[in-house]
């Protein structure tokens, strides 16, 4: 792997951490913990495969795609639903969603 390929696979897995190290300070983050608990062994398998033929990568990437729609939906679903018990013309910061 050369020098460069070496950084960004660095900072990507930096970059996950710190993103996985914000989701989880915000208050209602635990609602969520088993969808985003099941994206780690996808993510894993996907690191697991990086060099491998692509077939077993495209299958890897697709089961991580998966978990990481499934997690993006029921938050987006615990949203809206946030959303449609206020009252009209009050919004709830994103950052209150899990406080009624």
Known sequence: MAADESALSTTYVVDRQKAV????ALPWASMFESER????PPMDQLWNV???PDDEFHRAYDDVQTAVSIFA???????L???RRQPTGLAMPVHQVGRR
Do not use: H, I, P, T
């Open 21 to 24: 190290g914000r989701f989880q």
């Open 81 to 83: 639903e946030a959303k």
């Open 73 to 79: 939906a029921s938050v987006g679903r615990r949203l």
């Open 50 to 52: 990086w060099d491998e």
């Open 37 to 40: 608990q099941a994206m780690g």
